[in-house]
């Protein structure tokens, strides 16, 4: 029985419509329940500042959190070094998403710069419904294998058979913008003592490719 295989490259442009804002709370204290309260208060600040910008509760969610005790090397009187434990490093990851709302974003960001929590701030535009992408993409990279196929088969004079099998690998798409939106720790004291406001910005659009093999018979 005679085949083709043929090798499908699906690609899709979106534009971002949803923001993904993640933050990081960090804390140390040698004794476990101060630095504990210490991270807490600052997640305290950042509801705070959620609130104040009209999000629903329940919208700050925590992604990660862990506690790891910290170490240090020091040197004694005899210039040896020794493991000294230096406390207790308490750590949140936050993530708080909302529909792409350029004016929004600046004014949370605002509002986080002023609130005193000082979180370490990343910044992702992407597609609220990241699916309906995926779907998408899996019907361009399908039209494109099948149009290759019936290509081949009519300059060889041969006709296109049954489908007898697809061969897709189900990784997680990375439907990001590559718009970048970073801001330096040291900036944040800044933005809450400027008289300017944060810049709102146009993000990039979202271009992925994926691709996927059909085996056909040739009839």
């Known amino acids: 029985m005679r085949t083709i295989t043929?090798?499908?490259?699906?690609?899709?442009?979106?534009?971002?419509?949803?923001?993904?804002?993640?933050?990081?709370?960090?804390?140390?204290?040698?004794?476990y329940d101060i630095a504990l309260q210490k991270a807490s208060q600052r997640i305290a600040l950042l509801q705070a500042v959620a609130?104040?910008?009209?999000?629903?509760?329940?919208?700050?969610?925590?992604?990660?959190?862990?506690?790891?005790?910290?170490?240090?090397?020091?040197?004694?009187?005899?210039?040896?070094?020794?493991?000294?434990?230096?406390?207790?490093?308490?750590?949140?990851?936050?993530?708080?998403?909302?529909?792409?709302?350029g004016l929004r974003l600046a004014q949370t960001l605002s509002s986080i710069s002023a609130s005193g929590a000082k979180p370490e701030l990343?910044?992702?535009?992407t597609v609220k419904d990241p699916s309906k992408v995926s779907r998408e993409l899996l019907e361009s990279a399908s039209l494109n294998a099948k149009e290759k196929a019936e290509v081949l088969c009519n300059c060889m004079g041969v006709e296109l058979g049954a489908l007898m099998s697809i061969d897709y690998n189900w990784g997680e798409l990375n439907?990001?913008?590559?718009?970048?939106?970073?801001?330096?720790?040291?900036i944040m004291p800044l933005m809450a003592t400027s008289e300017c406001s944060v810049p709102e910005i146009e993000p990039d659009d979202i271009d992925v490719r994926d691709t996927v093999t059909f085996i056909w018979e040739i009839a």
């Open 6 to 31: 043929v090798k499908g490259v699906g690609s899709v442009s979106a534009k971002p419509d949803y923001i993904t804002l993640s933050m990081a709370v960090e804390s140390t204290d040698k004794e």
């Open 51 to 101: 609130s104040q910008n009209r999000f629903e509760d329940g919208s700050l969610k925590t992604t990660d959190f862990h506690v790891t005790t910290e170490y240090e090397n020091v040197k004694d009187r005899n210039g040896n070094y020794r493991r000294e434990f230096a406390g207790y490093r308490c750590t949140y990851q936050l993530k708080l998403s909302f529909e792409l709302d």
């Open 122 to 125: 990343s910044i992702a535009f």
């Open 175 to 186: 439907v990001f913008s590559r718009t970048r939106y970073e801001i330096e720790d040291g």
